[in-house]
Structures are given as structure tokens and as C-alpha cells.
């Protein structure tokens, strides 16, 4: 494995043989697919019960292909319980119960449930649009990657993405705006990475649409594009694209929440959680949680990614300046979280919130590892063992904590 990143294009192992690049890129997909997909599929919720986020979005796309209506109102299950729901459903005036889930993730669900016609609620179809964007996030990250780094070091980046991070616990099982966010991601960096500042500004519009604080992904890159470049077109190109995503969000609030807010119907603890978490020592606090502290620190739990951050900063010459602006508005979305909301995002180990910005930053993060490991040892065995660490933690999320723990009688894997 010692040419496990290599200089020029060649494939994983020597088994696959080398032949045209188009066969090279083939056989990698092959191998992405046959490593990711199973594994995907085996931790995928495909049943009524789920984490409340997930299902906030698939009831409400259920209930239009059904009923043709986002009112919620005739399930017990909510109207009994919408107290202890209110983070998820809101009643809204004219007795109307509503999830409070962005439009563009709804959205999403609703050709699934079309197409994937059910008597009766199950959270599988949802969760087909979970693992079809997520893995499609995989694969254009790895399109954006082989230019800059090579095929084999492409598709190593790529496996560790999607297996190394909480991209497979969490984006793959059920539809969380994770998977679709880093799909848009991966766009907005495929766009910039051939010059498309339209193209950038279309993916950040629709990730608008999916999570609107990813918003903020917009206004960084092109700020920092306008500024490398001396010009004001990235700025504008970005901004105005996006601008029509806000717009979108802000008619979906006032037509089903009837007021003019990004924040849709998210309940009051969101802001008045802000303003508790915006002091120096609380903002700290969180904001060590979100990349150094145990159990949700980014940074510790993805090893891999504490090297990459370091190995970029040190080769930050020769990562392209579009890299390095994607990069530094990961960076600035996530510190702006970290004022936001707690770093966990309610998850008892590990994260969420970054997952977004991971592949926004992988372009610059990639580079960063490759030049590392050109530089032989010992680097190549840190980065080896940086990437084994990370998959090896992940996959005791899904099969171990996720699985056995939290059912000990019956292990929930089995259920899913």
C-alpha cells in the first residue's frame, strides 16, 4: 500500500490492471459502489420509526402525495403530542398543523413517495432519497477530486468521506438535510472548480432551500472569490443566484407559516438558545464542543480530519484559490454555528452540523493529505493510521452504539 497515493494515475491494487483512463475510472466507481452501497444500506431506516427530524420530513411529502396538503392535523400521533413535538410540527393560524422542515428537503421526498406509492406511512421512500443524495454527494466529490490529486488518491479520499465521517451514521440513514446539504456542496465545489460562479450560486440557492443557514456557505465564497479575484462578478454571480433560494424560502414561510422568516416554524427555544449560547465563555465553549471535545468534537472523532486541517494550513500554497475560498467558508460556517446551536445537534456521539462544510473544505483538505503522504514516511503511516482510526470509529457508531446499545434486548439494526 506504500503507492496508495501516488503521483500518477494508476488503480488501488494491481488485480484491476491499468488500461484507458475512462476503464480506470470504471473500475474505481466499481470500487466505491461495492464498499459504500452495502454498507449504506445495511445502517438505512426503512420502517415508521425514526429520529424526528427525519420523519418531520417525510410525513409532511407522504401527506401531499396522499392528500394533496401539508396539514398534519388528522394524525393523532401529532395533534396528541404537539407540545412535546413542537420543535418539529407547529400549528399555525386557521388550525392548520404544519412541520416546520425546510421546503427543499420536503421537497425531495415528495417524487419518493410518488413514485414509491405506500397505504400506509413507512419512512422508506424518504429514506431512498437519503442514500441516493448522499451517495451522489460521494461520487461528484471524487469527480472534483481525481484533477487535483489523482484517481487512486481521489477514490481513497472519496471512501473515506463517505465511510470516515458521519456522512454514513447519519446523511445515509434517513433523510436529514445532511445528505442533500453536502450534495449541493459538492456542486457548489464542482462549479468552482471549473469556473462556474452560476453553477456555485445555483447549488448554494438550492441548499438554501434545504437548510437556509447554509446560506452562509454563499456569502463567504463569494466574498473571498471576490476579493482573490479584484472583481465584484464572483460576489454578485453568487449572491444574486442565491438570492432566488432566500426568496423561495421566504414564500414557502409566508404562504404555510404566514410570516416573512427564514426560520420558518422553528420554535422559540432555537433563537432564545442563540442568544444564551452568544456570550464569550458559552460561545467557546460550544465552539470546542463542535471541534475538539468529546463526544461531538469534529475533529477527534474524524482523526483524519484534525490531519487534513493541519497538512492544508502547511501546503496552503498549492491548493487553487477557489480550494482555499470553499475551505475558509467552511470554516466561517461553522464558527457562526457554533453561536447557533449546541454542537452536538442532538446526537449523543459524534456530529452533524460539520458535515456540510467537510465537503466544501475536502478539495483543499485532499490536497493537503496527498502532499503529506508524498512526503513518505513516517507521514504515509500517520495518514494510514488517521484514515483507519476514522472508519474504524465510524463503523462502531453503526454497528456497535447505533446497533447494540441502544436496544440491548433486541439490537436495532435488526429493526431498520
Known sequence: MSRLFPDRERVVWKTFGVRSPLQDRRRHLALIVVLVVPLYMINARWGVEGNQDALAVALPAYQVVQQGTLDLSGYEVVTENLQELDRW???????EIVSNRAPGLIGLAIPAYAAIQQRAFSNGPA??????????????TW????????????TVAAVTLA???????VSSSELWPHGPGQLWAALAILSLSLGSYLGAGAAFALSVTTRPLIGFFALFTGLLESWRRRSVTPGLAIGGITAVGVAAVLVYGRVV?????LS????ADFTTGAVERFTPLGYLHNGWEMFLGLPNGVLVTTPILGVALIAAIAFRDEIPGWARS???AGVGYLLIHAALNRASGGLAIFYRYPLEAIVLAAPALTIGVHRLWQRGRPWNRVVTAAVAVSIALQFAHVFIISCWITDPVVPACLLR
Open 89 to 95: 410540527f407547529v400549528e399555525v393560524p386557521g388550525g
Open 127 to 140: 429514506t431512498v432519497v437519503a442514500l441516493l443524495t448522499t451517495f451522489a454527494a460521494v461520487l461528484v
Open 143 to 154: 469527480r472534483v477530486l481525481e484533477p487535483l490529486v489523482g484517481l487512486s488518491a481521489a
Open 163 to 169: 465511510l470516515g465521517t458521519t456522512t454514513w451514521g
Open 257 to 261: 407559516f404566514h410570516r416573512w422568516s
Open 264 to 267: 420558518g416554524g422553528y420554535s
Open 326 to 328: 470553499a475551505a475558509w
